[in-house]
């Protein structure tokens, strides 16, 4: 099957900056849109950004202009640099992406395990 690595996660200061990695694993042809959500405490999880094969991208209105997510498509990795973070950015990140494996005939979506991210104030 497919797996979905994730990192990047920790703990930073109120203004400061992460970059969240994901590398997905297995046995596939292709991979078509990639994303990540975040999931707070007592909330519900929640597009944070997304990004197609070809590059072109989405963001939740809450990360517009702070957030940039980009992807390689030769290492099945995602990326998503973090700037200007604020305390209400602490959640539970997930990698997610659409794959297509070798001999399926449809995409079928997989998550990474999420990885911790906290901002102090």
């Known amino acids: 099957q497919v797996q979905l690595v994730e990192s990047g996660g920790g703990l930073v200061q109120a203004g400061g900056s992460l970059r969240l990695s994901c590398t997905a694993t297995?046995?596939?042809?292709?991979?078509?849109?990639m994303g990540w959500y975040r999931q707070a405490p007592g909330k519900q999880r929640e597009l944070v950004a997304a990004?197609?094969?070809?590059?072109?991208?989405n963001y939740a209105d809450f990360v517009k202009g702070r957030f940039t997510i980009s992807r390689d498509n030769a290492k099945n990795t995602v990326y998503l640099q973090m700037n200007s973070l604020k305390p209400e950015d602490t959640a539970v990140y997930y990698c997610?992406?659409?794959?297509?494996?070798?001999?399926?005939?449809?995409?079928?979506?997989?998550w990474g395990q999420g990885t911790q991210v906290t901002v102090s104030s």
């Open positions: 990004i197609t094969r070809g590059g072109s991208t």
């Open positions: 997610n992406a659409k794959v297509l494996l070798y001999g399926a005939i449809r995409e079928n979506d997989y």
């Open positions: 297995g046995y596939i042809f292709s991979i078509y849109d």
